[in-house]
């Protein structure tokens, strides 16, 4: 293993030795090609830099006690960026090129995959963007394939604590029939503005409402939101959210921890009944919120107590880590292991 300071890792990027790549041409995927570069050198009238033809994915894998590497549900993500691809006219790497990619830039970064009681865990980024030159908009004739890592520290620096989140009132992340529910950049580039300013007036993230209406709950920054009241699991249901596996997975153990799971419209005015909330993604698997402000009213929302999560978040949380980190059995067949 790398000489790393494990426990000071931040969820930022760190250089590994190797990524991989491959590279669609003339109608087919190429090899999957081992560099030891951080750059890319592509052409500057590429599609990726000009018409935002780019989509990408974020999954991690554990190290466990017995020593054994977990890729966590690697298939919905490469299922996802097919998704992705075709909605912005790209083409996507098949399901058996994004396993045998992402499993391939694990195994030879294995020494950057963190032990299991540091914490930490190595963030997979998989990333397909349009290349070569195109003047007029249209798409890409060719497509690169990166997938590169990082070890990451464990999110929550100070524990599995709350945080505030105030309503979105000016912004809008995506458009009704726009691209919400794909992974592609200008999502996050439409975010940022939001989060800067819910930063700058001291909350961790800003939820986004609905952009027709205003009235149902959206995404939760980046990630997805849920409530939980009466034993029941909450989260909304639109077009405009990215299907999250994290919160996929916390619907399956919710439903097998004996909860009822709703996906539905969220008015804002349901928020005050909740007995916990919290968004949930690959990064932190459950950030929960303790506080939510409507700066447009002054109405300040309190959903549980302030200093500790809640017990189902906690209970769902625990549940899917220990399974990430193999100390649970995979009852779900979620996680590979990298041989
Ligand atoms: C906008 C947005 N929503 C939700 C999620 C959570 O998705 P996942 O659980 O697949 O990481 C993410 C993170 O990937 C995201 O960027």
């Given at each position: 293993?790398?000489?790393?300071?494990?426990?000071?890792?931040?969820?930022?990027?760190?250089?590994?030795?190797?990524?991989?790549?491959?590279?669609?041409?003339?109608?087919?995927?190429?090899?999957?090609?081992?560099?030891?570069?951080?750059?890319?050198?592509?052409?500057?009238?590429?599609?990726?830099?000009?018409?935002?033809?780019?989509?990408?994915?974020?999954?991690?894998?554990?190290?466990?006690?017995?020593g054994?590497?977990?890729?966590?549900?690697?298939?919905?993500?490469?299922?996802?960026?097919?998704?992705?691809?075709?909605?912005?006219?790209?083409?996507?790497?098949?399901?058996?090129?994004?396993?045998?990619?992402?499993?391939?830039?694990?195994?030879?970064?294995?020494?950057?995959?963190?032990?299991?009681?540091?914490?930490?865990?190595?963030?997979?980024?998989?990333?397909?963007?349009?290349?070569?030159?195109?003047?007029?908009?249209?798409?890409?004739?060719?497509?690169?394939?990166?997938?590169?890592?990082?070890?990451?520290?464990?999110?929550?620096?100070?524990?599995?604590?709350?945080?505030?989140?105030?309503?979105?009132?000016?912004?809008?992340?995506a458009?009704?029939n726009?691209?919400?529910?794909?992974?592609?950049?200008?999502?996050?580039?439409?975010?940022?503005?939001?989060?800067?300013?819910?930063?700058?007036?001291?909350?961790?993230?800003?939820?986004?409402?609905?952009?027709?209406?205003?009235?149902?709950?959206?995404?939760?920054?980046?990630?997805?939101?849920?409530?939980?009241?009466?034993?029941?699991?909450?989260?909304p249901?639109?077009?405009?959210?990215?299907?999250?596996?994290?919160?996929?997975?916390?619907?399956?153990?919710?439903?097998?921890?004996?909860?009822?799971?709703?996906?539905?419209?969220?008015?804002?005015?349901e928020?005050?009944?909740?007995?916990?909330?919290?968004?949930?993604?690959?990064?932190?698997?459950?950030?929960?919120?303790?506080?939510?402000?409507?700066?447009?009213?002054?109405?300040?929302?309190?959903?549980?107590?302030p200093?500790?999560?809640?017990?189902?978040?906690?209970r769902?949380?625990?549940?899917?880590?220990?399974?990430?980190?193999?100390?649970?059995?995979?009852?779900?067949?979620?996680?590979?292991?990298?041989?």
């Amino acid at each position: 293993m790398k000489n790393i300071e494990w426990s000071s890792l931040e969820f930022g990027y760190t250089r590994t030795d190797y990524n991989v790549r491959c590279h669609y041409k003339d109608g087919k995927w190429g090899e999957l090609e081992v560099s030891d570069s951080e750059m890319l050198t592509i052409h500057m009238s590429s599609t990726c830099l000009h018409y935002g033809q780019e989509a990408f994915e974020g999954l991690k894998a554990f190290r466990g006690k017995d020593g054994k590497i977990r890729v966590f549900r690697r298939v919905e993500n490469a299922k996802r960026m097919i998704s992705s691809a075709n909605h912005v006219m790209m083409i996507a790497p098949p399901v058996e090129l994004f396993t045998r990619a992402v499993d391939k830039a694990i195994k030879l970064n294995e020494e950057y995959v963190p032990p299991y009681d540091s914490g930490a865990s190595l963030y997979i980024r998989p990333l397909l963007i349009g290349v070569g030159p195109r003047m007029g908009v249209a798409p890409a004739k060719e497509y690169l394939f990166v997938v590169f890592v990082s070890p990451v520290g464990p999110y929550f620096k100070a524990g599995f604590k709350p945080v505030k989140a105030m309503l979105e009132r000016v912004y809008d992340r995506a458009a009704p029939n726009g691209t919400g529910h794909i992974k592609v950049g200008g999502n996050y580039a439409a975010g940022m503005l939001s989060t800067h300013e819910a930063h700058e007036r001291g909350y961790a993230l800003s939820i986004f409402l609905d952009s027709k209406e205003k009235k149902y709950i959206d995404e939760c920054g980046p990630a997805n939101f849920f409530g939980i009241k009466n034993n029941t699991y909450i989260t909304p249901s639109a077009r405009t959210i990215l299907p999250s596996i994290t919160n996929d997975s916390l619907m399956t153990l919710a439903r097998h921890l004996g909860m009822t799971v709703e996906r539905r419209k969220i008015p804002v005015e349901e928020l005050a009944t909740f007995e916990e909330a919290g968004g949930c993604g690959t990064a932190a698997v459950i950030s929960p919120v303790s506080i939510i402000d409507d700066l447009s009213t002054g109405q300040s929302i309190i959903i549980g107590s302030p200093d500790t999560a809640g017990p189902w978040s906690t209970r769902l949380y625990n549940q899917l880590r220990a399974i990430q980190y193999g100390d649970a059995p995979d009852e779900f067949g979620w996680n590979s292991i990298v041989e």
